[in-house]
């Protein structure tokens, strides 16, 4: 059984950093795509960074530069660092998985594997 357990968020002033956490279980697949998606109230459901089981990593644009995405294989678990935080970045974030590899940021309904969410609160 896959499980995804999220850790991190939290509230952080504009400009502050944040990194999040999504520990993986039972997800041994060796070709994959694991990343962060995040929805903000009244909003749809966005596409934040992807990494793939090539190391390829993949961002949406309002997040280049200040968010990074990475994973600790030794440890299963996948990470969102985040930089330069904005009001704009205030979400639900949520890691995702499936198992296939994929280049870009596919779109949600592709991840069977969520985790349950964390909330990221950044005020002015």
């Known amino acids: 059984q896959v499980r995804l357990m999220q850790s991190g968020g939290g509230s952080v002033q504009a400009g502050g950093s944040l990194t999040l956490s999504c520990a993986a279980s039972?997800?041994?697949?060796?070709?994959?795509?694991m990343g962060w998606f995040r929805q903000a109230p009244g909003k749809e459901r966005e596409g934040v960074a992807t990494?793939?089981?090539?190391?390829?990593?993949y961002y949406a644009d309002s997040v280049k530069g200040r968010f990074t995405i990475f994973q600790d294989n030794a440890n299963d678990t996948l990470y969102l660092q985040m930089n330069g935080l904005k009001p704009d970045d205030t979400a639900m974030y949520y890691c995702?998985?499936?198992?296939?590899?994929?280049?870009?940021?596919?779109?949600?309904?592709?991840?069977?594997?969520w985790g349950q969410g964390t909330q990221v609160t950044v005020f002015s």
């Open positions: 990494i793939n089981s090539g190391g390829n990593t």
């Open positions: 995702a998985a499936f198992r296939l590899q994929w280049s870009g940021i596919p779109r949600q309904s592709l991840f069977p594997f």
């Open positions: 039972g997800f041994t697949y060796t070709t994959y795509t």
